[in-house]
């Protein structure tokens, strides 16, 4: 098997590894035996979540979400609310896929300045209805039917939220009128989402009445606008959700940033005296970020410089536990897309059309040039230094995701699960995962083909670490397996340990693991691998 892959062409080695499920971007990691003095190359999985970069990787992290959203969604044990015993699925899970969590449950300022905390009224927009606040609950899961025939039913909700309208798009997802559609205010609403999002969760917590546990995924709509869909724990009257949505905004007290003040090469510079940007024409120093907001605080007739809205569109849909089917769908409709980048939405370039490639063109244009945060190098061409400025700072260039074509605007992670959510961590779900593959081949006399014997907690008798990891050095290392070699072995590895895997199942058909997982069994092995 390895000398006929040995021969095969490398685009169809990459074709062959996507099939078999083996990374395809593999980083090369030296682990040395400090008790035989063996060392060995080793490739690991480069962990993309996005199926540009490597499609097996980011398969296996859309499964174990999906095992992850399936677990916590009907989940009837109240976790502990001792924040010692809180698990932040979020912070732990540092992959390319979620956004920050809202479980903070306490009345936060409704106008607070995200850069420098600064507290403004309180006091809700007269266009914006008011939200009731009722008793909380102490509890994390939504309560209990009971049907005329006696039987109890904890049901729970999948939500659709989207933003509101910019012009008129046709069926391909493009503008009818190109030239009225609000880019501007697509690409503002799409840069500072996740901070609406927040403030959705909020809101509706405190209309609740108890702590609302959601796992949701931003997805692109085909107008290129991000939408969220969402499994929410527990069940909420649907004109309830309706008003939060239509009460929910994130005001944005920021310097304008619609009419740029400098365009072209006529650009504020860097002067190292000064330190600061100045003028281009009259060399004075640019307002600095917190003179900047200052001014806002001084001005009694200041608005904000954006106001993030929902749009009008809400979908509300009842799930209960029972409905396997029903649930495995929305499961699957969930996270559909998460594997793929917002300009993905429309194909490849065999796919997309003109209108749609000039639509995605216009939106990326406006979104590398507004400002993200205020450390971004665009406020330059709005006359105000960014926060922390320093030279080399170019409008266009910031750093972040957020401006790049395939986020368009997103530039945070995609999956936004609330703490309480499971109590587990992506590694506590990926090792219950590999644990029912062990459990099958155990049952069946097979020992697993992993590399735990080379784990990084196995200890020496004085409590040193046995094995040591360190990066290659491709420069000097002469011993370094090519690139056609590493995938031709891992397709050989995979084959071996997907049959012996079946056929552990077949031998152990009559003994099944204790602890089932709800994936697959095929798909849970190819996960654990």
């Known amino acids: 098997m390895m000398s006929s892959l040995g021969q095969v062409a490398p685009d169809v080695l990459h074709d062959l590894a996507v099939r078999n499920g083996v990374c395809v971007r593999p980083v090369l990691s030296r682990m040395t035996d400090t008790a035989t003095g063996e060392q060995l190359v080793v490739p690991i999985p480069c962990g993309s979540t996005q199926e540009r970069q490597c499609p097996p990787c980011a398969e296996r992290a859309r499964k174990l979400r999906m095992q992850q959203c399936r677990e916590g969604w009907h989940r009837d044990e109240i976790l502990s609310d001792d924040p010692a015993d809180l698990v932040d699925e979020v912070s732990a899970a540092s992959d390319d896929d979620s956004e920050e969590d809202s479980e903070n449950d306490e009345e936060t300022p409704a106008e607070e300045d995200e850069s420098a905390r600064r507290v403004r009224s309180t006091r809700r927009r007269q266009d914006a209805p008011d939200l009731p606040r009722v008793p909380m609950d102490n509890r994390t899961v939504g309560t209990t039917f009971t049907a005329p025939n006696g039987r109890t039913y904890r049901p729970s909700m999948f939500l659709t939220l989207t933003l509101p309208s910019y012009g008129k798009v046709g069926p391909d997802g493009t503008p009818r009128d190109p030239e009225s559609y609000d880019y501007h205010r697509a690409a503002m609403d799409a840069l500072h989402f996740p901070k609406l999002v927040d403030r959705f969760w909020q809101n509706l917590r405190r209309c609740a009445g108890y702590k609302v546990q959601y796992f949701a995924t931003v997805e692109a709509q085909h107008r290129l606008a991000p939408h969220l869909h969402a499994a929410v724990r527990g069940v909420i009257p649907r004109q309830v959700v309706k008003e939060v949505a239509a009460a929910t905004y994130h005001q944005l007290w920021w310097p304008q940033c619609s009419e740029p003040v400098y365009v072209g090469d006529d650009l504020p510079r860097w002067d190292d005296y000064a330190g600061a940007f100045l003028d281009p024409h009259t060399h004075a120093p640019l307002p600095s970020w917190e003179q900047a907001l200052d001014a806002i605080d001084d001005d009694p ?229």
């Open 301 to 529: 007739a200041a608005t904000p410089a954006h106001v993030v809205k929902l749009g009008t569109q809400v979908d509300y849909q009842g799930i209960i536990a029972d409905a396997d089917e029903k649930v495995g769908k929305a499961i699957g409709y969930l996270t559909k897309y998460l594997a793929k980048s917002i300009a993905d939405t429309y194909g490849d370039d065999d796919t997309i059309t003109t209108a749609q490639a000039i639509h995605l063109d216009r939106l990326h244009r406006e979104v590398r040039w507004l400002p993200c945060s205020p450390s971004c190098s665009n406020w330059l061409r709005f006359g105000v230094q960014p926060k922390d400025a320093e030279a080399g700072m170019r409008p266009g260039w910031c750093p972040s995701k957020a401006h790049d074509r395939h986020h368009l605007g997103l530039g945070g992670r995609r999956v936004l699960v609330s703490r309480q959510w499971t109590g587990k961590t992506l590694s506590d779900h990926r090792a219950d995962r590999a644990e029912v593959v062990r459990q099958t081949l155990a049952a069946a006399g097979v020992d697993m083909h992993d590399t735990d014997r080379y784990a990084a907690t196995t200890a020496l008798e004085d409590g040193t670490p046995r094995f040591i990891w360190s990066p290659v050095d491709r420069n000097n290392d002469d011993d370094l397996p090519t690139w056609h070699g590493v995938l031709a072995r891992g397709i050989q590895e995979r084959i071996r340990w997907r049959s012996e895997y079946e056929q552990a199942k077949q031998r152990a058909a009559n003994a099944p693991p204790a602890d089932a997982c709800s994936a697959t069994a095929t798909d849970t092995a190819d996960s654990a691998a």
